[in-house]
Protein backbone atom coordinates (compact mmCIF):
# COMPACT_ATOMS: atom_id res chain seq x y z
CA UNK A 1 0.00 0.00 0.00
CA UNK A 2 1.80 3.30 -0.97
CA UNK A 3 0.39 6.80 -0.87
CA UNK A 4 3.69 9.06 -2.64
CA UNK A 5 3.94 12.49 -4.12
CA UNK A 6 5.09 12.61 -6.96
CA UNK A 7 7.56 15.68 -6.77
CA UNK A 8 8.51 17.40 -3.56
CA UNK A 9 11.42 20.04 -5.52
CA UNK A 10 10.74 23.79 -5.20
CA UNK A 11 7.44 24.80 -6.23
CA UNK A 12 6.83 26.58 -10.03
CA UNK A 13 4.33 29.47 -10.20
CA UNK A 14 3.31 31.41 -13.50
CA UNK A 15 4.04 34.87 -12.67
CA UNK A 16 5.61 36.12 -15.76
CA UNK A 17 6.23 34.12 -19.08
CA UNK A 18 9.39 35.77 -19.59
CA UNK A 19 11.15 33.58 -16.96
CA UNK A 20 10.44 30.40 -18.75
CA UNK A 21 12.86 28.95 -21.45
CA UNK A 22 11.97 28.38 -25.37
CA UNK A 23 11.67 24.84 -24.56
CA UNK A 24 9.42 24.78 -21.28
CA UNK A 25 6.93 27.16 -23.19
CA UNK A 26 6.58 24.64 -26.06
CA UNK A 27 6.11 21.79 -23.75
CA UNK A 28 3.08 24.02 -22.70
CA UNK A 29 1.75 24.00 -25.53
CA UNK A 30 2.10 20.55 -26.66
CA UNK A 31 0.33 19.69 -22.82
CA UNK A 32 -2.37 22.28 -24.18
CA UNK A 33 -2.78 20.48 -27.48
CA UNK A 34 -2.73 17.41 -25.86
CA UNK A 35 -5.53 17.92 -23.73
CA UNK A 36 -7.44 19.85 -26.56
CA UNK A 37 -7.82 16.95 -28.41
CA UNK A 38 -8.85 15.02 -25.46
CA UNK A 39 -11.26 16.98 -24.97
CA UNK A 40 -12.84 17.01 -28.54
CA UNK A 41 -12.99 13.51 -27.94
CA UNK A 42 -14.72 13.94 -24.77
CA UNK A 43 -12.12 12.05 -22.75
CA UNK A 44 -10.21 14.24 -21.03
CA UNK A 45 -8.22 12.16 -18.03
CA UNK A 46 -8.76 12.98 -14.48
CA UNK A 47 -5.36 14.33 -13.75
CA UNK A 48 -5.96 16.25 -10.69
CA UNK A 49 -8.71 14.06 -9.55
CA UNK A 50 -9.45 15.38 -5.66
CA UNK A 51 -7.48 18.42 -5.92
CA UNK A 52 -9.07 22.11 -5.32
CA UNK A 53 -7.70 25.94 -6.71
CA UNK A 54 -8.17 28.91 -4.81
CA UNK A 55 -9.60 31.49 -7.42
CA UNK A 56 -9.24 34.85 -5.69
CA UNK A 57 -10.64 37.89 -8.03
CA UNK A 58 -10.23 41.30 -7.24
CA UNK A 59 -10.90 42.38 -10.57
CA UNK A 60 -14.07 41.17 -12.40
CA UNK A 61 -13.61 38.34 -15.20
CA UNK A 62 -15.60 36.49 -17.52
CA UNK A 63 -13.24 34.26 -19.41
CA UNK A 64 -10.77 33.82 -16.86
CA UNK A 65 -13.04 32.73 -14.03
CA UNK A 66 -14.63 30.50 -16.48
CA UNK A 67 -12.11 29.05 -18.30
CA UNK A 68 -10.28 28.09 -14.35
CA UNK A 69 -13.37 26.66 -13.37
CA UNK A 70 -14.15 24.37 -15.88
CA UNK A 71 -10.53 23.60 -16.42
CA UNK A 72 -10.34 22.06 -12.92
CA UNK A 73 -13.73 20.48 -13.03
CA UNK A 74 -12.77 18.61 -16.96
CA UNK A 75 -9.70 17.32 -14.62
CA UNK A 76 -11.48 15.80 -11.91
CA UNK A 77 -10.57 18.67 -9.79
CA UNK A 78 -12.80 21.94 -7.69
CA UNK A 79 -12.42 25.53 -7.94
CA UNK A 80 -13.35 27.87 -5.30
CA UNK A 81 -13.92 31.25 -5.99
CA UNK A 82 -12.96 34.04 -3.77
CA UNK A 83 -13.41 37.67 -3.68
CA UNK A 84 -12.89 40.83 -2.11
CA UNK A 85 -15.56 40.78 1.06
CA UNK A 86 -15.93 37.17 1.76
CA UNK A 87 -12.33 36.70 2.44
CA UNK A 88 -9.50 38.61 4.97
CA UNK A 89 -6.89 38.87 1.75
CA UNK A 90 -4.67 41.98 2.13
CA UNK A 91 -7.50 43.65 4.09
CA UNK A 92 -7.88 42.10 7.92
CA UNK A 93 -4.98 39.57 7.18
CA UNK A 94 -1.55 39.91 5.81
CA UNK A 95 -1.01 38.17 2.26
CA UNK A 96 1.65 36.41 3.68
CA UNK A 97 -1.16 34.60 6.36
CA UNK A 98 -3.45 34.38 3.24
CA UNK A 99 -0.87 32.42 1.12
CA UNK A 100 0.21 29.77 3.65
CA UNK A 101 -3.45 29.00 5.01
CA UNK A 102 -4.56 28.41 1.51
CA UNK A 103 -1.46 26.75 0.54
CA UNK A 104 -2.45 24.22 3.41
CA UNK A 105 -6.17 23.86 2.03
CA UNK A 106 -5.82 24.26 -1.81
CA UNK A 107 -3.27 22.14 -4.28
CA UNK A 108 -2.82 25.40 -6.20
CA UNK A 109 -3.54 29.27 -5.95
CA UNK A 110 -4.84 31.68 -9.20
CA UNK A 111 -5.25 35.30 -8.39
CA UNK A 112 -6.38 38.22 -10.34
CA UNK A 113 -5.23 41.82 -9.01
CA UNK A 114 -4.16 45.38 -9.88
CA UNK A 115 -0.82 45.28 -8.43
CA UNK A 116 1.96 42.85 -9.42
CA UNK A 117 3.41 43.53 -6.31
CA UNK A 118 0.58 41.68 -4.34
CA UNK A 119 0.76 38.51 -6.84
CA UNK A 120 4.80 38.59 -6.24
CA UNK A 121 4.21 38.83 -2.25
CA UNK A 122 1.58 35.86 -2.22
CA UNK A 123 3.90 33.97 -4.51
CA UNK A 124 6.98 34.41 -1.66
CA UNK A 125 4.74 32.68 0.63
CA UNK A 126 2.63 30.40 -1.05
CA UNK A 127 3.99 26.38 -0.96
CA UNK A 128 1.66 25.35 -3.54
CA UNK A 129 1.67 26.98 -7.44
CA UNK A 130 0.06 30.37 -7.49
CA UNK A 131 -1.13 31.78 -11.13
CA UNK A 132 -1.01 35.20 -12.21
CA UNK A 133 -4.44 35.69 -13.86
CA UNK A 134 -3.75 39.39 -14.92
CA UNK A 135 -2.49 42.00 -13.04
CA UNK A 136 -2.33 46.06 -14.64
CA UNK A 137 1.41 45.00 -15.57
CA UNK A 138 1.15 41.70 -17.40
CA UNK A 139 -1.48 38.76 -17.96
CA UNK A 140 0.43 35.24 -18.56
CA UNK A 141 -2.57 32.92 -18.96
CA UNK A 142 -3.79 35.26 -21.83
CA UNK A 143 -0.46 35.71 -23.69
CA UNK A 144 -0.09 32.00 -23.55
CA UNK A 145 -3.58 31.62 -24.65
CA UNK A 146 -2.87 33.87 -27.92
CA UNK A 147 0.37 32.20 -28.57
CA UNK A 148 -1.02 28.76 -28.63
CA UNK A 149 -3.73 29.55 -31.00
CA UNK A 150 -1.52 31.45 -33.66
CA UNK A 151 0.59 27.90 -33.70
CA UNK A 152 -2.86 27.04 -35.06
CA UNK A 153 -3.24 29.53 -37.80
CA UNK A 154 0.13 29.45 -39.12
CA UNK A 155 0.58 31.11 -42.44
CA UNK A 156 1.66 28.22 -44.68
CA UNK A 157 5.13 27.34 -45.49
CA UNK A 158 6.22 29.30 -41.96
CA UNK A 159 7.41 27.82 -38.73
CA UNK A 160 7.07 29.46 -35.27
CA UNK A 161 10.27 30.80 -35.57
CA UNK A 162 9.82 32.96 -38.70
CA UNK A 163 6.59 34.75 -37.10
CA UNK A 164 6.16 38.54 -37.22
CA UNK A 165 4.01 39.79 -34.02
CA UNK A 166 2.66 43.55 -34.27
CA UNK A 167 1.10 45.05 -31.65
CA UNK A 168 -1.08 48.52 -32.28
CA UNK A 169 -2.02 50.85 -29.71
CA UNK A 170 -1.30 51.94 -25.99
CA UNK A 171 2.10 50.16 -24.81
CA UNK A 172 3.60 52.13 -22.36
CA UNK A 173 2.72 51.06 -18.89
CA UNK A 174 -0.82 50.55 -19.07
CA UNK A 175 -0.46 48.40 -21.88
CA UNK A 176 -0.93 44.90 -20.42
CA UNK A 177 -1.19 42.66 -24.05
CA UNK A 178 1.89 45.05 -25.15
CA UNK A 179 3.95 44.26 -22.50
CA UNK A 180 2.80 40.41 -22.43
CA UNK A 181 3.05 39.78 -26.25
CA UNK A 182 6.59 41.71 -25.58
CA UNK A 183 7.43 38.45 -22.68
CA UNK A 184 5.71 35.68 -24.92
CA UNK A 185 7.93 36.81 -28.07
CA UNK A 186 11.36 37.32 -26.44
CA UNK A 187 10.71 33.83 -24.84
CA UNK A 188 9.67 32.08 -28.28
CA UNK A 189 12.62 34.17 -29.67
CA UNK A 190 10.59 35.95 -32.40
CA UNK A 191 10.33 39.44 -34.45
CA UNK A 192 7.98 41.69 -32.52
CA UNK A 193 6.60 45.01 -33.33
CA UNK A 194 5.19 47.69 -31.54
CA UNK A 195 3.11 50.67 -33.03
CA UNK A 196 2.41 53.13 -30.83
CA UNK A 197 1.74 56.98 -30.61
CA UNK A 198 5.06 58.46 -28.93
CA UNK A 199 2.88 59.47 -25.52
CA UNK A 200 1.30 55.77 -24.99
CA UNK A 201 4.99 54.35 -26.12
CA UNK A 202 6.56 51.30 -24.51
CA UNK A 203 8.93 52.72 -21.11
CA UNK A 204 12.74 51.92 -21.22
CA UNK A 205 12.87 49.74 -18.72
CA UNK A 206 10.27 47.20 -20.37
CA UNK A 207 12.55 47.50 -23.86
CA UNK A 208 15.43 46.71 -21.75
CA UNK A 209 13.90 44.15 -20.19
CA UNK A 210 12.66 42.09 -23.38
CA UNK A 211 15.56 42.90 -25.17
CA UNK A 212 17.67 41.58 -22.88
CA UNK A 213 16.19 37.88 -22.94
CA UNK A 214 15.75 38.15 -26.92
CA UNK A 215 19.61 38.56 -26.87
CA UNK A 216 19.63 34.81 -25.88
CA UNK A 217 16.76 33.67 -27.62
CA UNK A 218 17.22 36.17 -31.00
CA UNK A 219 14.31 37.52 -30.92
CA UNK A 220 14.00 41.34 -32.48
CA UNK A 221 12.08 44.14 -30.72
CA UNK A 222 10.94 47.29 -33.22
CA UNK A 223 9.28 50.74 -31.99
CA UNK A 224 7.80 52.77 -34.40
CA UNK A 225 5.07 55.10 -34.37
CA UNK A 226 4.61 54.11 -38.18
CA UNK A 227 1.56 52.01 -38.66
CA UNK A 228 1.98 51.03 -42.51
CA UNK A 229 5.86 49.66 -41.52
CA UNK A 230 5.06 48.29 -38.61
CA UNK A 231 2.16 45.72 -40.24
CA UNK A 232 3.39 45.58 -43.91
CA UNK A 233 4.89 42.03 -43.15
CA UNK A 234 2.61 41.12 -40.32
CA UNK A 235 1.62 37.53 -39.31
CA UNK A 236 -0.67 38.73 -36.81
CA UNK A 237 -2.07 42.19 -35.28
CA UNK A 238 -3.15 42.33 -31.80
CA UNK A 239 -4.73 45.70 -29.99
CA UNK A 240 -6.12 45.93 -26.49
CA UNK A 241 -8.37 48.35 -25.27
CA UNK A 242 -7.80 52.34 -25.33
CA UNK A 243 -9.12 52.85 -22.08
CA UNK A 244 -10.11 50.61 -19.14
CA UNK A 245 -10.79 51.12 -15.28
CA UNK A 246 -9.36 54.08 -13.40
CA UNK A 247 -8.15 56.06 -16.84
CA UNK A 248 -11.97 57.63 -17.22
CA UNK A 249 -10.32 60.96 -17.32
CA UNK A 250 -7.90 60.51 -19.58
CA UNK A 251 -10.67 58.99 -21.95
CA UNK A 252 -10.97 62.22 -24.16
CA UNK A 253 -6.90 62.42 -24.68
CA UNK A 254 -6.40 58.78 -25.34
CA UNK A 255 -8.93 58.60 -28.36
CA UNK A 256 -7.69 61.87 -29.68
CA UNK A 257 -3.87 59.74 -29.59
CA UNK A 258 -5.57 56.79 -30.85
CA UNK A 259 -8.05 57.20 -33.46
CA UNK A 260 -8.24 56.88 -36.22
CA UNK A 261 -4.64 55.47 -37.11
CA UNK A 262 -4.14 52.90 -34.56
CA UNK A 263 -7.91 51.52 -35.33
CA UNK A 264 -7.59 47.57 -35.88
CA UNK A 265 -10.10 48.11 -38.62
CA UNK A 266 -9.93 46.20 -42.72
CA UNK A 267 -8.48 48.62 -44.27
CA UNK A 268 -4.99 48.36 -42.21
CA UNK A 269 -5.50 44.14 -42.32
CA UNK A 270 -5.98 44.82 -46.40
CA UNK A 271 -2.83 46.83 -46.02
CA UNK A 272 -0.64 43.92 -43.86
CA UNK A 273 -0.53 40.57 -45.92
CA UNK A 274 -3.44 38.28 -47.31
CA UNK A 275 -2.58 36.22 -44.69
CA UNK A 276 -2.25 38.07 -41.76
CA UNK A 277 -5.14 37.77 -39.01
CA UNK A 278 -5.88 39.87 -36.11
CA UNK A 279 -6.61 38.73 -32.25
CA UNK A 280 -8.16 40.34 -29.20
CA UNK A 281 -7.81 39.35 -25.67
CA UNK A 282 -11.44 40.99 -24.89
CA UNK A 283 -13.61 42.19 -23.49
CA UNK A 284 -13.24 44.70 -26.87
CA UNK A 285 -14.83 48.44 -27.34
CA UNK A 286 -16.35 47.81 -30.50
CA UNK A 287 -15.94 50.34 -33.04
CA UNK A 288 -12.79 51.85 -30.95
CA UNK A 289 -9.87 49.83 -30.53
CA UNK A 290 -11.36 47.33 -33.30
CA UNK A 291 -14.12 47.44 -35.69
CA UNK A 292 -16.89 44.88 -35.62
CA UNK A 293 -16.21 43.66 -39.43
CA UNK A 294 -12.61 42.23 -37.61
CA UNK A 295 -14.03 40.72 -35.00
CA UNK A 296 -16.67 38.63 -37.13
CA UNK A 297 -14.32 38.53 -39.76
CA UNK A 298 -14.82 35.10 -41.03
CA UNK A 299 -11.25 34.28 -42.03
CA UNK A 300 -9.27 37.46 -41.13
CA UNK A 301 -10.06 36.99 -37.21
CA UNK A 302 -9.28 34.30 -34.73
CA UNK A 303 -10.59 36.09 -31.88
CA UNK A 304 -13.38 34.05 -30.91
CA UNK A 305 -10.88 31.00 -31.37
CA UNK A 306 -8.87 32.12 -28.98
CA UNK A 307 -11.29 33.10 -26.89
CA UNK A 308 -12.56 29.15 -26.55
CA UNK A 309 -8.11 28.48 -26.10
CA UNK A 310 -8.67 30.37 -22.90
CA UNK A 311 -10.57 26.76 -21.69
CA UNK A 312 -7.79 24.91 -23.33
CA UNK A 313 -4.90 26.89 -22.11
CA UNK A 314 -6.36 26.71 -18.38
CA UNK A 315 -6.19 23.04 -18.67
CA UNK A 316 -2.92 22.74 -19.70
CA UNK A 317 -1.48 24.97 -17.45
CA UNK A 318 -3.27 23.30 -14.34
CA UNK A 319 -1.84 20.16 -15.64
CA UNK A 320 1.32 21.22 -16.15
CA UNK A 321 2.14 23.00 -13.42
CA UNK A 322 -0.21 20.41 -10.26
CA UNK A 323 -0.01 17.07 -11.42
CA UNK A 324 3.64 16.72 -10.40
CA UNK A 325 2.14 17.86 -7.21
CA UNK A 326 -0.83 15.62 -6.58
CA UNK A 327 -0.73 12.52 -3.89
CA UNK A 328 -1.78 8.94 -5.45
CA UNK A 329 -2.65 6.44 -3.82
CA UNK A 330 -3.28 2.58 -5.28
CA UNK A 331 -6.82 1.00 -5.53
CA UNK A 332 -5.46 -1.30 -2.20
CA UNK A 333 -5.21 1.37 -0.15
CA UNK A 334 -7.91 3.51 -1.34
CA UNK A 335 -10.13 0.39 -0.44
CA UNK A 336 -8.40 -0.12 2.63
CA UNK A 337 -9.08 3.33 3.95
CA UNK A 338 -12.73 3.23 3.03
CA UNK A 339 -13.13 0.14 4.61
CA UNK A 340 -11.46 1.44 7.91
CA UNK A 341 -13.71 4.04 8.02
CA UNK A 342 -16.90 2.57 7.42
CA UNK A 343 -16.14 0.37 10.34
CA UNK A 344 -15.54 3.55 12.25
CA UNK A 345 -18.23 5.28 11.35
CA UNK A 346 -20.81 2.13 11.24
CA UNK A 347 -19.65 1.01 15.14
CA UNK A 348 -19.82 5.10 16.50
CA UNK A 349 -23.24 6.33 14.71
CA UNK A 350 -25.22 3.59 15.89
Not at 110 to 135: C, G, I
Not at 242 to 269: C, H, I
Amino acid sequence: MINKKRTTGRVKHLLENIDFTKKEMLDIFETIRLLKEMDMQNAVPKLLKGASLAMIFEEPSTRTRVSFETAMTDLGGHALYLKPGEIHFGSHEAIKDTAKILSSMCHGIMLRTKEHETVLELAKYATVPVFNAMTYYNHPTQGICDFFTMTEHMPEGKKLEDLHIVFVGDSSDTGIMAMETGHMCATLGLRYTVASPKKYSMMQSEIDKVCAKMKKTGGTLTITEDVDKAIKDADFIIPDVWTYYGYEDEEADRLAAFSPKYQVNMDMLNRAPAHCKALHCLPANREMEITSEVLDHPTRSIVFQEAENRLHTQRGLLAWFLYNRMREADDTLAKYNEGKMRSFLDTRLK
